[in-house]
């Protein structure tokens, strides 16, 4: 993931919609560190919710992918 955030920040990356879902068990802090890393960027929107999956995917976790999924399609 880092390679492909350096990749899009390399390219000037703007006027996007960035979705977050997170490994909440493995790497609790990504959606912080994504956000903070497109803070420069240009006409960047973070579509939310955000999503942290912890261990395994739950009811919750499937709501909130079809949410983002509906968001992401505005």
């Known amino acids: 993931v880092e390679s492909f955030i350096s990749a899009l920040k390399e390219r000037n990356y703007q006027k996007?919609?960035?979705a977050i879902i997170e490994n909440g068990t493995w790497a609790p802090n990504v959606?912080?560190?994504?956000?903070?890393?497109?803070?420069?960027?240009?006409?960047?929107?973070?579509?939310?919710?955000?999503?942290?999956?912890?261990?395994?995917?739950?009811?919750?976790?499937?709501?909130?992918?079809?949410e983002l999924a509906k968001a992401l399609l505005d």
């Open 16 to 18: 996007g919609k960035i």
């Open 31 to 66: 959606i912080k560190t994504i956000t903070a890393e497109f803070e420069t960027s240009k006409d960047i929107s973070f579509v939310e919710p955000f999503i942290s999956i912890k261990s395994s995917l739950d009811e919750k976790n499937i709501d909130d992918i079809k």
